[in-house]
């Protein structure tokens, strides 16, 4: 039992990598199942186009935003601290982006693919999509995050060795914070202005209806995943 154990630790490194390869594969069939199945009638499909509008919408807004401060703490990190940190600063706010943008953006399809299933293959079916299009944040968040960390120590250790491989480390989790953080009060200020808006709409006559509805729609989906995402990505790269 000693020497699995023993066998096992000196071999993590390699056994994540396998095991983070299988988990995007997974996640890639799970994608193109969920993108596979039918989207409804034409009302739907206008419905649904219409919440990944809002969804695109903010998902970009927000990309755009955290790249900006991102590239700033890079390069501060590169200048005052070390280069091996800063460099894994952006491994860890690139994969967890991926991971939060691609697992939303599937959600927010499957949504019509399970009211579709629900309306003609009964509640298990609608339960398999819904479960398919959830189950490839989480498989991003964990695959991107066991690749990240195994694939960043790799290289740092055959480069600057074992010691700051370990220190840089704390690198790769404060970009995953970054995101943590942005995620978290974007999606709430985002959402309560939408849940706002859509309110004002009711009394104001010039306001047009549509948009603030389909942004209230959109966000409080997009601002509900978000946070859960993050959280759990932050944890895995924290408790490496």
């Not at 691609?102 to 079916?125: D, H, K, L, P, Y």
């Not at 995050?145 to 220190?167: C, E, P, Q």
């Amino acid at each position: 039992m000693g020497f699995l154990a023993l066998n096992l630790l000196d071999s993590g490194v390699p056994l994540s990598m396998v095991c983070a390869a299988i988990g995007l594969v997974f996640a890639l069939v799970l994608i193109a199942v969920v993108i596979r199945a039918s989207a409804g009638n034409e009302r739907m499909r206008q419905i649904s186009a219409a919440v990944q509008e809002g969804a695109k919408a903010y998902l970009n807004r927000q990309v755009i935003t955290i790249s900006v401060i991102a590239i700033i703490i890079f390069v501060l990190l590169f200048i005052f601290k070390d280069h091996p940190t800063a460099i894994g600063f952006l491994v860890g706010a690139f994969c967890s982006l991926s991971a939060g943008f691609i697992g939303m953006r599937v959600a927010v399809i499957a949504n019509v693919r399970t009211t579709q299933a629900a309306a003609t293959a009964g509640r298990t079916s609608a339960l398999r999509m819904a479960f398919n299009g959830g189950a490839v944040t989480g498989l991003l968040v964990v695959g991107l995050a066991l690749l990240a960390v195994s694939i960043f120590y790799t290289v740092a250790n055959k480069i600057v060795g074992h010691d700051m491989a370990i220190r840089s480390l704390v690198g790769l989790a404060l970009g995953a914070s970054l995101i943590s953080v942005f995620a978290r009060l974007g999606g709430g200020i985002y959402t309560k202005a939408a849940d706002w808006s859509a309110k004002s709409s009711k009394v104001s006559k010039k306001t047009i209806r549509a948009t603030p509805r389909r942004l209230q729609t959109t966000l409080v989906i997009t601002s509900a995943i978000a946070p859960a995402w993050q959280r759990t990505f932050l944890k895995l790269t924290r408790s490496v």
